[in-house]
């Protein structure tokens, strides 16, 4: 009869036990995991071969920007990297030019985990790792982030908080309070940029406590045939280009309700207090529409929370679908109509 385990398992159990623990310097270090959101759907929707492919661009891509910033790869782990940076501040820039970069040139989701502090660096089989528990705390942050999110904690915040102020584009949203397995309570941030917009629009806006909105509305909604008869600007009353380029979106969170759903036309009426905000033109991407309604619920369900304004975010998504999927829908119903009519003649 087999046996399942080996013979001399005892041995080598003993012989790993009494093996010197090899010690390294310690070093202060921003540790960043790099990770593609949804590689195991890619292969499943497109194919193993596709998936693997894109897996490969994403790595790549993600080794060269870290590499031209002056982090270094410490290895790839499954479907990112973790990576290791001298100076904090080029590790949120290396994931920001990666989100963009890989949104926008090879049409994929990534996000990323990032922190700061004290790292044991090991030789292991002949190459130096780190350890410790910064890189636990960063693959933690990471496993938080959702598609096109990065995320920092407070320790990373409070690092490079005045370094940023160099780069006035940099956005960082409300903190959230979250518990992270085997550290404890901490608090998370989304980083990005006025250009990229935030991932999680629903959880990511700051609160304006004072604001007064006066948005301007239609007397009862349009008949859902153009999408620059539901994009209209809520400042000065004049609409949204029908891919919402030229607007952003902003949310106004209460502690039980989502309050309004603010739509300005974007540098021209966006509101002083926009530092949270979402490029509409994001939605214009499928992948990107759908994950921002998923996010959205998902944060309503477990927050306990309503949407006060259901018209606010009716009318982007209903905008916003229009644009992105105007054709597939009109493909499909003539698709329909064609098919009622050979099924007319045939009964007939």
């Known amino acids: 009869m087999n046996s399942v385990f080996l013979d001399d398992l005892k041995e080598l159990g003993e012989g790993a036990q009494s093996s010197p623990r090899s010690s390294g310097p310690v070093e202060l ?6 990770d593609l959101s949804g590689s195991t759907e890619l292969k499943v929707r497109y194919g193993h071969q596709a998936g693997v492919s894109s897996l490969f661009q994403h790595n790549q891509l993600a080794a060269e920007i870290t590499k031209r910033l002056r ?9 990112g990297l973790l990576c290791e940076f001298a100076n904090p501040v080029n590790a949120c820039l290396a994931a920001l030019n990666l ?15 990032l922190t700061v502090g004290p790292v044991e660096r090991i030789p292991v089989r002949g190459r130096r790792d780190i350890f410790g528990a910064t890189v636990d705390r960063a693959g933690r942050v990471q496993s938080l982030a959702r598609g096109g999110q990065i995320l920092i904690d407070q320790t990373y915040k409070s690092t490079v908080h005045t370094l940023l102020h160099d780069f006035p584009e940099i956005r960082i949203s409300q903190p959230s309070k979250v518990f992270l397995r085997g550290i404890g309570n901490t608090e ?11 991932a999680n629009q629903s959880q990511s806006m700051p609160v ?32 949204i280009s029908p891919d919402g380029h030229d607007g952003i979106f902003v949310v106004y969170e209460g502690t039980k309700t989502i309050r309004a759903v603010g739509i300005y036309h974007k ?30 619920f998902r944060g309503l369900a477990r927050t306990n929370r309503t949407i006060e304004a259901p018209q606010d975010v009716e009318r982007i998504l209903w905008g916003m679908y229009r644009s992105v999927f105007r054709t597939s829908s009109m493909i499909e119903q003539l698709r329909f109509d064609k098919e009622q009519a050979s099924e007319a003649r045939a009964s007939s």
Not at 29 to 34: C, E, G, K, N, P
Not at 71 to 79: I, N, S
Not at 99 to 113: S, Y
Not at 267 to 281: F, R, V
């Open 71 to 79: 982090g270094k790869v410490v290895k790839e782990m499954g479907d």
């Open 99 to 113: 989100k963009k970069a890989a949104t926008q040139i090879l049409g994929l989701v990534t996000n990323a985990g």
């Open 267 to 296: 540098s021209t009426c966006d509101p002083a207090d926009g530092q949270g905000w979402g490029d509409l033109s994001e939605l214009a991407n499928p992948q990107l529409y759908v994950q921002f309604v998923i996010n959205l």
């Open 208 to 239: 304006p406590q004072q604001r007064q909105l006066r948005p301007v509305r239609h007397a009862t909604f349009p008949d859902r045939t153009e999408p620059e008869n539901w994009l209209v600007c809520d400042k000065c009353g004049h609409p």
């Open 188 to 198: 998370v941030m989304e980083i990005t940029t006025h250009e990229l917009g935030f």
């Open 29 to 34: 270090r921003a540790v960043a995991f790099f």
